[in-house]
Nanobody, 118 residues
Framework: QVQLVESGGGLVQPGGSLRLSCAAS????????IGWFRQAPGKEREAVSC????????YYADSVKGRFTISRDNAKNMVYLQMNNLKPEDTGTYYC???????????WGQGTQVTVAS
């Protein structure tokens, strides 16, 4: 049974940092690309970053380039998102998932809330 458990969110001031973690179970990150998505209030969920399993290639949305860093630990089946220089527009619920969630029946974890406010 696939499970994704996100953690590490919180309230942070603009310019601050957070590190999100995602614990995956029920499948091996060795075999899948994995990424982070976010959904702001009233907006659609969007892809933020992704790391590919085959060659380690990275993807970042233009809005987070230079500020966010994705990493993975296949041995622990974990994926991380280091977020620096946070801005109010980064506020939202952050989820980890494979790039095509339909692979796992469109399963989504509970997400972790990030709020950037002064």
């Amino acid at each position: 049974q696939v499970q994704l458990v996100e953690s590490g969110g919180g309230l942070v001031q603009p310019g601050g940092s957070l590190r999100l973690s995602c614990a995956a179970s029920g499948f091996s990150l060795d075999n899948y690309a994995i990424g982070w998505f976010r959904q702001a209030p009233g907006k659609e969920r969007e892809a933020v970053s992704c790391i590919y399993s085959s060659d380690g290639k990275l993807y970042y949305a233009d809005s987070v380039k230079g500020r966010f860093t994705i990493s993975r630990d296949n041995a622990k089946n974990m994926v991380y998102l280091q977020m620096n220089n946070l801005k109010p527009e980064d506020t939202g619920t952050y989820y980890c998932n494979v790039p095509r969630p339909s692979v796992f029946g469109n399963y989504w974890g509970q997400g972790t809330q990030v709020t950037v406010a002064s």
